[in-house]
């Protein structure tokens, strides 16, 4: 199995920065891509951010020049810098990893337990 433990949410105003942080752990053979996903109440789950293991990146439009992904994969973490932060990124955050335990008979989608971040007006 493999785990993923996040941390860094909270409650910042408007305009401020978090940085979030999520470590994959366990019986880990293999990490392929990282991301971060977000949910609003009332809202779906969507993504935010991802990265390969090879470093290539993707965000929604509406955290494009804000939000930053990043990884160290010798310490298979994945990060998410968040700046100039809105109301609107009020959400749960969840860390997600397509990886392979040695257990896994094949790549399976891993999920963070979720930590908020909370942006006042």
């Known amino acids: 199995q493999v785990q993923l433990v996040e941390s860094g949410g909270g409650l910042v105003q408007a305009g401020g920065s978090l940085r979030l942080s999520c470590e994959a752990s366990?019986?880990?053979?293999?990490?392929?891509?990282m991301g971060w996903y977000r949910q609003a109440p009332g809202k779906q789950r969507e993504l935010v951010a991802a990265i390969t293991s090879g470093g290539s990146t993707n965000y929604a439009d509406s955290v494009k020049g804000r939000f930053t992904i990043s990884r160290d994969n010798a310490k298979n973490t994945v990060y998410l810098q968040m700046n100039s932060l809105k109301p609107e990124d009020t959400a749960v955050y969840y860390c997600?990893?397509?990886?392979?335990?040695?257990?896994?008979?094949?790549?399976?989608?891993?999920w963070g337990q979720g930590t908020q971040v909370t942006v006042s007006s």
């Open positions: 997600n990893a397509d990886a392979r335990a040695y257990s896994d008979y094949a790549e399976l989608a891993y």
């Open positions: 366990g019986s880990i053979l293999s990490i392929n891509a």
